[in-house]
């Protein structure tokens, strides 16, 4: 699975490890410079300018070091931020099919019936999941009637004429979408309005 947690450490350990790599080579440069310095040249450079020479190396090196440790601190901290991605994309369905059965159970309509304390029960199990979801940063995306139709969110799979609302804006829900933090986990699937019927 491409969101697999444990993918990502093996990406921000490649990284590491690539930057090790870099921040190596610069030290056997330098290594290798202070070894021709004591060897001397045709023209040995002048002590002020091997000191600033060595600077310039250690101030390359100490550069490189920080943007190893920054790149590693934010792929850490977006592992921590997204870790739950997956886990939220394989619950989805499951919350979808309960959705179902809660709609069926209300189309039946029949509360005398003994299966009304069984989709009671389902009920209590959905907002279960959902408020799990929600824990980790989860949310429902607004697909209310009249939002804004935003293709990084939603996904039109259909475009009806509606009077009531503007063109470009939702007129119904078919599937909810869901988002971790700033990420769409799935998008919404909508219907959207065309305007006034011509």
Do not use: W
């Not at 697999?4 to 056997?28: C, G, N, S, T, Y």
């Not at 003994?114 to 009920?123: I, N």
């Amino acid at each position: 699975m491409a969101d697999d947690p444990q993918d990502e450490f093996h990406d921000v350990d490649d990284a590491l490890a690539a930057e090790q790599a870099a921040v190596d080579d610069i030290e056997a440069e330098t290594v290798e410079f202070v070894s021709e310095l004591e060897s001397g040249g045709d023209a040995p450079p002048s002590l002020e300018e091997q000191v600033k020479a060595l600077e310039d190396r250690n101030l390359r090196l100490q550069a490189e070091l920080q943007n190893v440790l920054g790149r590693a601190r934010r792929e850490s901290e977006e592992t921590r931020k997204y870790g739950s991605l997956g886990v939220a994309r394989d619950l989805l369905p499951a919350l979808d099919n309960i959705d179902r059965a809660l709609e069926a159970a209300e189309k039946a309509g029949q509360s005398s019936d003994p299966t009304s304390t069984l989709a009671d029960g389902f009920r209590m199990v959905r907002d279960q999941i959902a408020g799990a979801l929600a824990q980790h940063g989860c949310q429902l995306i607004d697909t209310a009637p009249g939002t804004e139709f935003d293709p990084s969110m939603h996904e039109a799979i259909l475009q009806q004429p509606s009077p009531d609302h503007p063109a470009g804006t939702i007129l119904l829900t078919a599937q909810p979408g869901y988002k971790l933090h700033d990420r769409v986990v799935r998008a919404a699937q909508v219907v959207v309005s065309s305007g006034p019927a011509a």
